[in-house]
T-cell receptor, first 116, second 111 residues
Framework: NAGVTQTPKFQVLKTGQSMTLQCAQD?????MSWYRQDPGMGLRLIHY???????DQGEVPNGYNVSRSTTEDFPLRLLSAAPSQTSVYFCASSYSSFSTDIVEAFFGQGTRLTVV | AQSVTQLDSQVPVFEEAPVELRCNYSSSVSVYLFWYVQYPNQGLQLLLKYLSGSTLVKGINGFEAEFNKSQTSFHLRKPSVHISDTAEYFCAVRGGGKLIFGQGTELSVKP
């Protein structure tokens, strides 16, 4: 099983450039999320989606856009990269049960982004 | 709003010693709690989860956690650690279709 696939694994951008981090899952999960991981700050939620066509902001959404046109894909777009966006980015997908809105999240292997 | 606080940023311990990683939560709704582990240069892997039922939850690799509602805690424990347990551990609480993570605890197991 592929699970959650993130591409690319590594990326170096120049300040002001734009790019899209790709995330795809093959588990038919409803929920998908993007996090960034910085030393000493844990994982901070950027954007999330509870289903195709539905997205919402997390705690650090500025500088990032998302869309969810299909259940499988949840790309994260950096519109104009800044050095403060240097981080490791993780995509996660989750399923829900009847009685809870999230049971377990599955994570991709991460994208290490450096903005110079 | 839901939140979690991991009380220790780093925990050094000798091999075969017991360990406890502390997590306190804040939630105004039904509580669902998770512990994840991240090995170096890898993604996160679920260790265990509390959704309901018994307050003592057993997970993979010999870890267990106890949900304590009165103290709003969900501490992770292992009676005897191994070098291979060296990793970063994250506590998380669910709410509104998303997981909210703590800052992480680096567990360093020394020989």
């Amino acid at each position: 099983n592929a699970g959650v696939t993130q591409t690319p694994k590594f990326q170096v951008l120049k300040t002001g450039q734009s790019m899209t981090l790709q995330c795809a899952q093959d588990m038919n999960h409803e929920y998908m999320s993007w996090y960034r991981q910085d030393p000493g700050m844990g994982l901070r939620l950027i954007h999330y989606s509870v289903g195709a066509g539905i997205t919402d902001q997390g705690e650090v959404p500025n500088g990032y856009n998302v869309s969810r046109s299909t259940t499988e894909d949840f790309p994260l777009r950096l519109l104009s990269a800044a050095p403060s966006q240097t981080s490791v980015y993780f995509c996660a997908s989750s399923y829900s049960s009847f009685s809870t809105d999230i049971v377990e999240a599955f994570f991709g292997q991460g994208t290490r982004l450096t903005v110079v | 709003a839901q939140s979690v606080t991991q009380l220790d940023s780093q925990v050094p311990v000798f091999e075969e010693a017991p360990v406890e990683l502390r997590c306190n939560y804040s939630s105004s709704v039904s509580v669902y709690l998770f512990w994840y582990v991240q090995y170096p240069n890898q993604g996160l892997q679920l260790l265990l989860k509390y959704l309901s039922g018994s307050t003592l939850v057993k997970g993979i690799n010999g870890f267990e956690a106890e949900f304590n509602k009165s103290q709003t805690s969900f501490h992770l424990r292992k009676p005897s650690v191994h070098i291979s347990d060296t990793a970063e551990y994250f506590c998380a609480v669910r709410g509104g279709g998303k997981l909210i993570f703590g800052q992480g605890t680096e567990l360093s197991v020394k020989p």
